[in-house]
């Protein structure tokens, strides 16, 4: 069974840093890329960043290009989004989700999703 577990939120000061955790279960991350997206209250959900471990593409999304970095670690099966420069407009339920492709996208389908995990970035 896929099973994702998102983990690391939590409320930050402005201009501070997270790290996210998507631990991944049920399935191999050379299989499988891995999107982060969030939705914050009364808006869209929108994808943040993806990355496919065995071909090494990542996205990012314009608005975190130059503060988030994605990675994976394939041997705990756990792919990571380190935000710095935090913003109070990154506050939002931050998602993990997968597919089995090796060319991710910000815009495809994803099939699996995880529960999400709460950032609060504050002013």
């Known amino acids: 069974e896929v099973q994702l577990a998102e983990s690391g939120g939590g409320l930050v000061q402005a201009g501070g840093s997270l790290r996210l955790s998507c631990a991944a279960s049920?399935?191999?991350?050379?299989?499988?890329?891995i999107g982060w997206f969030r939705q914050a209250p009364g808006k869209q959900r929108e994808g943040v960043s993806c990355?496919?471990?065995?071909?090494?593409?990542?996205d990012y999304a314009d608005s975190v290009k130059g503060r988030f970095t994605i990675s994976s670690d394939k041997a705990k099966n756990t792919v990571y989004l380190e935000m710095n420069s935090l913003k109070p407009e990154d506050t939002a339920v931050y998602y993990c989700?997968?597919?089995?492709?090796?060319?991710?996208?910000?815009?495809?389908?994803?099939?699996?999703w995880g529960q999400g995990t709460q950032v609060i970035v504050s002013s």
């Open positions: 989700a997968s597919d089995r492709t090796g060319f991710p996208t910000l815009t495809m389908w994803y099939e699996y």
């Open positions: 049920g399935f191999n991350l050379d299989d499988y890329a």
């Open positions: 990355i496919s471990s065995s071909t090494g593409n990542t």
